[in-house]
């Protein structure tokens, strides 16, 4: 055999062998396997390439923690002067860079935001001209004016660039004098929150006694009554009254009256005066509610306005009905915030223990819970009205319930930012209306003694043992085959 034929036939059986290489079992599993991992990662890489190219960013936490609030995006495009901030932390602080690539979203906003990082150690001198005290500082610079931040949360990260941007602190007053919600009450059922949350919008917060003042403070930009137990006396009602035909603005949370426990607020004539009627009562929902109380029903859609844009549903612990009157005065604009679902009531035989709906006395939902009020009830009479005589700027609130706002729900659905967004269209701040961001929250889990045990055993003695015993159950049936066989 010449050595041309020889080398026919190796390749020949070469290529038989790989004919039977390929058609084997084990061959075309492992080719699929292959082929399917070569596709994923093909897949995965014009993912990223396309994810790159058009800059896409996906934000899949709870909280959205690496996504700009909406009420961060609408305070960074009202900067239209520098505002610097400049970091004081330590070299090699892991927490620089976390502040750091949130502070880059603000400045990919709005390039007018500019970063600094200072290590007070190696700079300190610049670290006394600022007055820092503590490592993680944040200071704020624009112009002659200065904000100092001790936290480096997105929610007082805007707070501090939001109190640079506006000239001025507008002032929000609560009454005080019939066992209304405390500002300084930390308690859960109180309005600390509130108060806080308020001074990070850039407002001025404070208690006003009519009693005391005999008159609403021409520096008020919103009065808020929240929550009244004991009546209002009449003296006081007019001030109110003469606020509000004085172009006043007015927030109030009425309770409703249970007996044997006061909750009286005595505002009805004063705010029927404006169009606005409330029905005593508590309106329960047996499908709609928060929790297990189903006194507690659920607003999941808001009627159409400014204040309600975008807004999470919310939830009213024990609430009455509030709605438009039949009747309201000329030049006014009666709007429906919220109501309840067709499945709720307003339960008036408070005194029963058990709510059932009773066609008789009580009324079908849905019903009103709170209501938005725009519009003039002074009109010069026998006069011909001018345009600034039309041009009101009255603006009242009305919602039937107060404890919606208390400190235990300030991380609830959309309660506090209803409350938040009420507060700035009151006080005419509406570019401010919006949703703001959520605090991180630091999620632990405590575990007693028998828990510790039952989850070790499971998992460092149970499965183990499981996956063993599995596995000598599919040696012991291997082995019976092949004698069978």
């Known amino acids: ?68 609030a909406d009420q961060t995006e609408k305070v ?49 001198t610049v670290a006394r001209e600022y007055g820092i005290e503590r490592y993680g500082t944040l200071v704020f610079e624009k112009g002659d004016k200065r904000e100092q931040s001790l936290t480096t949360t997105e929610s007082d990260i805007t707070s501090s660039i939001l109190k640079l941007t506006r000239e001025t ?8 004098g019939h066992k209304e919600k405390g500002l300084k009450d930390v308690q859960e059922t109180g309005y600390s929150v509130v108060n806080t949350l308020l001074s990070k919008e850039g407002y001025e917060v404070a208690e006003l006694s009519l009693v005391a003042t005999r008159e609403v403070p021409e520096d008020a930009a919103v009065l808020v009554i929240a929550g009244p137990q004991d009546k209002i006396l009449d003296e006081e009602k ?32 004063l705010l029927q005066k404006w169009g606005v009627t409330t029905k005593e009562g508590v309106i329960v929902d047996p499908k709609e509610y928060f929790w297990t109380d189903i006194s507690t029903p659920v607003v999941k859609e808001w009627q159409t306005h400014q204040i309600t844009d975008g807004l999470q549903p919310a939830f009213f612990p024990g609430v009455k009905s509030v ?31 058990e ?48 404890d919606f706002a208390s400190s235990m729900f300030s991380d609830a659905l959309g309660n506090f930012d209803f409350f938040i967004n009420a507060v700035n269209w009151l006080a005419e701040e509406e570019e401010l209306i919006s ?51």
């Open 1 to 68: 055999m010449d050595k041309k034929t020889a080398k026919k036939i190796k390749k020949f059986l070469k290529f038989q062998w790989l004919l039977k290489f390929f058609g084997m079992r084990q061959t075309k599993y492992g080719s699929n396997a292959l082929l399917a991992v070569v596709a994923m990662l093909g897949i995965l890489i014009l993912v990223n390439y396309i994810a790159r190219k058009e800059s896409f960013d996906w934000d899949l936490t709870k909280n959205h923690k690496f996504t700009l």
């Open 76 to 124: 960074l495009q009202g900067v239209e002067e520098e505002i610097k901030v400049i970091g004081f932390f330590r070299g090699g602080n892991p927490a620089q860079e976390e502040v750091k690539g949130l502070l880059e979203q603000y400045r990919n906003q709005n390039s007018n935001i500019t970063v600094e990082f200072i290590d007070p150690d190696t700079k300190p």
């Open 169 to 176: 602190q507008k002032k929000i007053y609560f009454l005080t």
């Open 238 to 269: 007019e001030i109110i009254s003469q606020y509000l035909d004085n172009d006043g603005k007015l927030l109030a949370l009425l309770d409703p009256v249970v007996p044997g426990q006061g909750k009286a607020s005595n505002l009805e004539d």
């Open 323 to 353: 709605g438009e009157a039949d009747e309201h005065p000329e030049n006014t604009e009666i709007t429906t915030l919220a109501s309840t679902s067709d499945n709720s009531w307003l339960e008036k035989n408070l005194s029963s223990q």
């Open 355 to 402: 709510a059932k709906f009773n066609e008789d006395i009580d009324e079908k939902g849905p019903l009103p819970v709170a209501v938005v009020v725009k519009g003039v009830v002074n009109n010069k009479e026998g006069e011909e009205n001018t345009e600034e005589d039309q041009e009101s700027k009255t603006r009242l609130i009305v919602v039937g319930d107060s």
């Open 435 to 485: 949703i703001r961001p959520k605090e991180e929250v630091q999620r632990t889990v405590t575990l007693t003694g028998s828990q510790t045990k039952l989850i070790f055993y499971a998992t460092v003695v149970g499965m183990p043992l499981i996956v063993i015993i599995i596995g000598i159950g599919v040696w012991l049936d291997r082995r019976k085959r092949k004698k069978q066989a």
